[in-house]
C-alpha cells in the first residue's frame, strides 16, 4: 500500500512531504479487491410498542405501523424479534440496558443509583463497533483516517451510565459528539487550514516575484528555489483539494442551537455530516444516538409535550400515550429512513451501486418495553447491504443473547471472533440464520 502511494505521488508530481496527508485519501489508494463495508448503530431510548412494532409472522417481511417509513426499503430490512440483553449485574435495566447494549458485559460496581436497583459504575468491557473499528484499522486495505464516528443527538452534557453506549476499553466511555458543528471542524478543519496556507503562498508568490529584478545572480538563484518550494507546496494543495474528500465538505445552516425543539434540525445536519464522512471514507463505522436511555425529549413537533421517559412509562391501557409513543417511535423510524436515503442516493466510490447497498444501518434500544423495562426483545431492524445479511426478511428468535448478535456482526466484516463481551452467552457461537 506504501509504495502504491509513493507511485501515485510520483505520478502526480507530489513531494514526499504530502504522504502523511494523503495516507488517509481514498481516492489515492488502488481499488481494493474488496468493496468496502460499512456498519452505522443508531439509538434511540425508552422500549417501543411491541405490537406495532414486530412483524406478526417469521418469514417474508411485513412492516407494522412503526416500521412503515422503511417500506421504500423493505427489500434491504431485516428485523430480529427475540434477541434478548441477558447481561445481569449491577444497575437497573436502564443503566444495563444501554451499557451492556454493544458491549455484551456486566457494569462495574459504582455510585452511579438509578431505579430501584443498585447502584453501578461503567462496562467492563468495550463496545462491537470499537472492536470492529480496531479490525479494521489493523489493515492497512481498510484502515480510515478516524477509524470510527460517534454521534449525537440532543445527549446530555453530563457523563454517566445512561449517556454512554461505545466504550473503547472497560471504564473507558466514548462520548458522542452532538454538536454538528464541532464534528464538522472535527472532520473538515484541515480543508480550511489549506485554504489558509493557499492564500499565504499566493502573497508569497507576488512579494518573490517583485523581488527577482532586485537581486545578484547568487540571490536570484537562492531565490528560484525558494520559489520552486512555493510551486511545489500549491501543486500539492491543489492536488489535495482535487483528490481528497471526492466532494465538497456539507453546507450546514448555521446559528441552529442545540435545544430540544432543534432535534429535527440537528439530526438532519449530523446525518449529512454521517454520509459524508463515509463517502470520504474517514470511518466504517460510526454510531448515532439519539438523546440517552431515559431520554426526556419533549417533540413537541410531533405534538407530544409531554417527556419521552415519562410517557413511556404509562400503561397499556392508557391509549392516548400509546399512540403518542408510536408517533414518536414512528419519528425515530423515519430518521432511519432518510439515513438510508441519503445513502442509497449516493453513488458508491470507486465501486458498482449505492453506498446503502455497502452499509448497513443497525437500529436499536436500551429496553425491549417501556413500561415493563424489559431487557428481552432488544429491537434490532438492520437496514443495507453492508453485511451480507439477507433481507426483506423478518425472524423470530427463541428468546437468545443478543451477545450471539453483536458476534454476528463481527463475523460479517470477516473479523473471526468466537464470543464476544461475557462469554456464557456466545456458548451457542454467532446468530445463525442471518
Known amino acids: 500500500m506504501l509504495n502504491t502511494r509513493r507511485t501515485f505521488m510520483r505520478a502526480a508530481g507530489l513531494s514526499a512531504a504530502s504522504l ?14 474488496k468493496p468496502r463495508q460499512r456498519l452505522i448503530v443508531m439509538f434511540s431510548p425508552n422500549g417501543v410498542i411491541p405490537n406495532a412494532f414486530w412483524p406478526e409472522k417469521d418469514g417474508e417481511l411485513v412492516l407494522k405501523e412503526i416500521l412503515q417509513p422503511l417500506e421504500p426499503f423493505r427489500a434491504k430490512t431485516l428485523t430480529l424479534h427475540g434477541v434478548c440483553d441477558k447481561v445481569r449485574g449491577d444497575g437497573d435495566n436502564h443503566m444495563r440496558g444501554m451499557g451492556c447494549l454493544l458491549t455484551g458485559v456486566e457494569l462495574f460496581p459504582g455510585n452511579i443509583q438509578g431505579g430501584s436497583h443498585t447502584p453501578a459504575g461503567w462496562a467492563r468491557g468495550h463496545s462491537i463497533d470499537q472492536e470492529i473499528k480496531e479490525f479494521l484499522q489493523k489493515n ?18 453530563r457523563a454517566d451510565t445512561w449517556t454512554r453506549m461505545v466504550y473503547s476499553g472497560p471504564n473507558r466511555p466514548v462520548a458522542p459528539i452532538d454538536d454538528p458543528y464541532q464534528m464538522f471542524n472535527k472532520l473538515y478543519g484541515r480543508t480550511k487550514d489549506n485554504e489558509n496556507l ?35 507546496m500549491e501543486k500539492e494543495l491543489a492536488a489535495s483539494k482535487a483528490q481528497g474528500l471526492g466532494h465538497a465538505a456539507p453546507e450546514l445552516p ?31 463505522v ?10 426526556m425529549a419533549r417533540m413537541r413537533w410531533l405534538g407530544v409535550d409531554q417527556g419521552h421517559h415519562e410517557l413511556s412509562h404509562e400503561p397499556d391501557t392508557n391509549a392516548e400515550a400509546r399512540a403518542k409513543l408510536i408517533k414518536i417511535n414512528i ?28 452499509t ?18 432488544i429491537p434490532f431492524v438492520a437496514v443495507g447491504g453492508g453485511l451480507g ?15 450471539r448478535f453483536l458476534v454476528s456482526l463481527a463475523n460479517a466484516f470477516g473479523h473471526d471472533i468466537k464470543s464476544f463481551g461475557n462469554p456464557e452467552f456466545c456458548k451457542d457461537g454467532a446468530l445463525t440464520g442471518l
Open 360 to 377: 448497513t444501518i443497525v437500529w436499536t434500544n436500551e429496553l425491549g418495553k417501556g413500561n415493563s423495562h424489559t431487557l428481552d426483545d
Open 254 to 284: 448555521r446559528g441552529v442551537r442545540e435545544e430540544n425543539d432543534n432535534i429535527p434540525k440537528l439530526a438532519s445536519m449530523q446525518a449529512d455530516l454521517l454520509v459524508n464522512a463515509l463517502k470520504a471514507d474517514f470511518a466504517r
Open 331 to 358: 419519528w425515530f423510524c423515519q430518521q432511519m429512513a432518510a439515513l438510508a436515503k441519503k445513502l442509497a442516493d449516493t453513488p458508491e466510490p470507486n465501486g458498482t451501486g449505492s453506498m446503502l447497498d455497502h
Open 286 to 295: 460510526a454510531t448515532l444516538q439519539f438523546t440517552n436511555s431515559v431520554g
Open 389 to 403: 445479511f439477507k433481507t426483506g426478511r423478518a425472524l423470530k428468535f427463541p428468546k437468545v443473547p443478543h451477545n
Open 198 to 232: 493557499a492564500s499565504v503562498l499566493d502573497e508569497v508568490g507576488e512579494d518573490l516575484a517583485k523581488l527577482k529584478g532586485k537581486l545578484g545572480k547568487d540571490d536570484r538563484r537562492l531565490l528560484e528555489e525558494h520559489a520552486g518550494f512555493v510551486r511545489d
Open 140 to 157: 492497512p486495505a481498510t484502515r480510515t483516517r478516524f477509524g470510527s464516528l460517534e454521534f449525537g443527538v440532543m445527549v446530555p452534557e
Open 20 to 33: 502523511p496527508f494523503l495516507q488517509n485519501l481514498a481516492a489515492c489508494a488502488p481499488a481494493a479487491s
